[in-house]
């Protein structure tokens, strides 16, 4: 139920299920699915408060390493426009992976910061076509259309597989410059 308010028009109902688990007297108790899908609803309804406090669970109850949570916990963070707070959750893991660094990549785009964001695309060994639509749509929505493009070239000559994403990016870069 958490997981489908999450993703409801009504996310923060999710809340409601959680704290039906935690008055529960049933043994049932919060886990990091119920955690990844937590964030997901402060990240949708843009509450401070409400995130600092279930941050706070995560590591009271221990997921604070779970790369699901971790990579969640960076993109609330970056929904809310707190981008040190999207620096130390991703510092505080120790071997993040693709999932934690392209959520980075966008929580650093999404909040203007671009050239950081492409400093740490190109020293990743590893990326896939959402780590590149994540860069790819950093500069289109920073108005940095021909770096987008530039990056967009550069990736269908990588040989990555474009996708819906890839096109809307692209198209949305080719609009702001008036480009056929």
Same mark, same amino acid.
């Given at each position: 139920?958490?997981?489908?308010?999450? =993703?409801?028009?009504?996310?923060?109902?999710?809340?409601?299920?959680?704290?039906?688990? &935690?008055?529960?007297?049933?043994?049932?108790?919060?886990? *990091?699915?119920?955690?990844?899908?937590?964030?997901?609803?402060? /990240?949708?309804?843009?509450?401070?408060?409400?995130? +600092? &406090?279930?941050?706070?669970?995560?590591?009271?109850?221990?997921? %604070?390493?779970?790369?699901?949570?971790?990579?969640? +916990?960076?993109?609330?963070? /970056? @929904?809310? @426009?707190?981008?040190?707070?999207?620096?130390?959750?991703?510092?505080?893991?120790?071997?993040? %992976?693709?999932?934690?660094?392209?959520?980075?990549?966008?929580?650093?785009?999404?909040? @203007?910061?671009?050239?950081?964001?492409? =400093?740490?695309?190109?020293?990743?060994?590893?990326? %896939?076509?959402?780590?590149? *639509?994540?860069?790819?749509? @950093?500069?289109?929505?920073?108005?940095?259309?021909?770096?987008?493009?530039? +990056?967009?070239?550069?990736?269908?000559?990588?040989?990555?597989?474009?996708?819906?994403? !890839?096109?809307? !990016? /692209?198209?949305? /870069?080719?609009?702001?410059?008036?480009?056929?």
């Amino acid at each position: 139920m958490i997981r489908a308010y999450s =993703k409801s028009s009504t996310p923060d109902k999710s809340f409601h299920f959680y704290k039906r688990i &935690l008055e529960s007297s049933d043994y049932i108790s919060p886990d *990091n699915y119920t955690f990844n899908f937590l964030v997901r609803t402060c /990240a949708q309804i843009l509450s401070p408060e409400t995130a +600092l &406090l279930v941050h706070g669970s995560v590591i009271k109850l221990g997921f %604070d390493n779970d790369p699901h949570v971790q990579s969640g +916990l960076i993109f609330m963070y /970056a @929904g809310l @426009g707190f981008l040190s707070s999207c620096h130390k959750v991703f510092e505080e893991i120790p071997q993040p %992976d693709l999932v934690c660094q392209t959520a980075l990549i966008s929580a650093l785009a999404k909040c @203007g910061n671009v050239d950081f964001a492409r =400093k740490m695309f190109d020293e990743m060994p590893e990326r %896939d076509p959402i780590t590149w *639509n994540a860069m790819i749509a @950093g500069y289109a929505q920073c108005g940095r259309s021909r770096e987008a493009l530039q +990056l967009f070239h550069l990736m269908q000559v990588e040989g990555v597989k474009l996708n819906e994403v !890839s096109m809307v !990016s /692209a198209l949305s /870069a080719c609009s702001q410059l008036g480009a056929p």
